[in-house]
């Protein structure tokens, strides 16, 4: 669990992100909100969902991955941290805040 918080912890404001500094507040939260959708319910690693994440959004290589984490610091999604967070492997969201 220690070792998925310290993954995680630096991406609690995703205001410190090139990316993410010149992006408005509602278009952070639309981006979150269609990631998670494609989290939802698939079978898919999270690193080819983030992957086409960035490729359909027009986002930098990477992006996705930081929302990811962003979202999951912010507690937004909500998953097993005692199960080793692997971005080559699927996921399952237990819960969201949305």
Do not use: C, W
């Amino acid at each position: 669990m220690a070792r998925n918080i310290s993954y995680i912890h630096d991406y609690y404001d995703i205001r410190d992100y090139d990316v993410f500094r010149e992006i408005n507040v509602q278009y952070i939260e639309d981006l979150s909100i269609s990631l998670m959708q494609r989290l939802l319910g698939t079978n898919e690693s999270i690193r080819k969902i983030t992957n086409e994440f960035d490729r359909d959004t027009h986002l930098p290589f990477g992006s996705a991955v930081t929302l990811f984490y962003h979202l999951l610091s912010r507690k937004i999604i909500i998953i097993d941290m005692i199960e080793p967070l692997n971005l080559e492997k699927p996921i399952t969201i237990n819960g969201n805040k949305f």
